[in-house]
């Protein structure tokens, strides 16, 4: 089970999400997040974290060049876009040396058709709530059309309670977490963090 642990902006929440075995690590640059941080503060916290775990960048609704500058202003090692970006954006990231991470709401992936959806398998997609990080608990009959059929994780209002059932009901490659791992709103608790990871992995 894939985990990634987002919105960090503390080396202790870093040290945290690494030494519980996180595959993953987000950093917020999107506008108007509590959890938005500086390229420089990302650079910093990412100089303690091992080869093996990425950098995850998160970005919504924001120029792909400007999204690129600050993945390489901060040395991550993937982007993720969670806006309205195309398959293309994806690819000009890729091509730039990213890993890549494509979110959805899972309604927004329900509306697309069969030729978009079938684009997007070969891609790491992530399904989200409607509202990314406001700790809405992401619903599974939303997946009317089934769960993708690619590489995929599981996000939206997932918390140490409830991330082993819904990972157990729809089978994602991993699960992704913020304000599940929150003693209040954009800060990170370490004993919710090491919770929710031990429970993700006792999903499979």
Same mark, same amino acid.
Do not use: M, N, Q
């Given at each position: 089970m894939y985990v990634k642990i987002c919105g960090l902006q503390t080396? %202790?929440?870093?040290?945290?999400? &690494?030494e519980a075995g996180a595959n993953a690590v987000g950093f917020v640059f999107? /506008?108007?997040? /509590?959890?938005t941080i500086t390229?420089?503060?990302a650079r910093e916290l990412g100089r303690t974290v091992p080869a093996d775990v990425e950098t995850v960048g998160v970005f919504r609704n924001q120029p792909i060049d400007?999204? #690129? %500058? &600050?993945?390489?202003a901060a040395s991550l090692t993937t982007v993720q876009l969670h806006g309205n970006e195309t398959l293309s954006d994806i690819m000009r990231a890729r091509k730039a040396g990213f890993h890549t991470l494509r979110a959805f709401s899972a309604a927004a992936h329900n509306? #697309?058709?069969?030729? %978009?959806?079938?684009? +997007?398998e070969s891609e790491r997609i992530l399904l989200d709530a409607t509202e990314p990080g406001a700790g809405v608990t992401f619903d599974p009959t939303l997946l009317e059309g089934g769960a /993708?059929?690619?590489? +995929? #994780? #599981?996000?939206?209002?997932l918390t140490p309670g409830n991330v082993a059932q819904l990972a157990s009901a729809l089978r994602p490659n991993g699960v992704d977490v913020s304000s599940g791992v929150e003693s209040s709103r954009? &800060?990170?608790d370490a004993r919710l963090i090491r919770d929710f990871i031990k429970a993700a992995r006792a999903s499979l």
């Open positions: 080396a %202790e929440a870093v040290a945290t999400a &690494i999107a /506008p108007g997040s /509590p959890r390229a420089e503060l400007k999204v #690129l %500058e &600050i993945a390489r509306d #697309l058709d069969t030729h %978009e959806k079938l684009a +997007w /993708p059929a690619g590489f +995929w #994780l #599981l996000a939206g209002g954009g &800060i990170k």
